[in-house]
């Protein structure tokens, strides 16, 4: 959440976030959703900057769905990267997103050479959506 859920100008910032934990753990299921805690925050009215809050679920994984590897860490990763970006799309049937996923890793391997000291893991996870992640070191 940003600081607007909860900042006001007529009470202490350590008392509101009090009333905001009381107020989240208080909703009855499915609440988060649709605003219940946004409409509900302890600065209601007396809010003078915008609110956001990001609501997160979590659901096990079906088998087969995620896939991590380790990369090398010197310039034969992003090569290593596209070749097992291809390889796990073709074997879910996937080819035709392979184009733009091995753009999307060779550039995103590229900023973890540059910029943070060596690619670390890929992880691909199927699901609604491809998440392509690369992580540096």
């Not at 769905?65 to 879910?92: C, K």
């Amino acid at each position: 959440y940003t600081d607007g859920l909860i900042k006001s100008r007529e009470h202490d910032v350590d008392a509101q976030l009090d009333r905001l934990r009381t107020a989240a753990l208080s909703l009855p299921p499915g609440s988060l959703e649709k605003g219940g805690l946004v409409e509900g925050a302890p600065a209601g009215a007396a809010r003078f900057d915008e609110a956001v809050l990001l609501v997160t679920t979590s659901a096990a994984l079906p088998a087969g769905d995620l896939r991590v590897w380790e990369l090398p860490q010197d310039g034969r990763a992003a090569s290593a990267a596209r070749g097992l970006v291809t390889a796990q799309l073709a074997a879910w049937g996937l080819e035709e997103l392979t184009d733009v996923s091995e753009l999307v890793v060779s550039e995103l391997v590229g900023n973890a050479l540059r910029y943070g000291n060596g690619p670390g893991e890929l992880r691909l996870l199927r699901g609604e959506r491809l998440v392509v992640e690369v992580s540096d070191t």
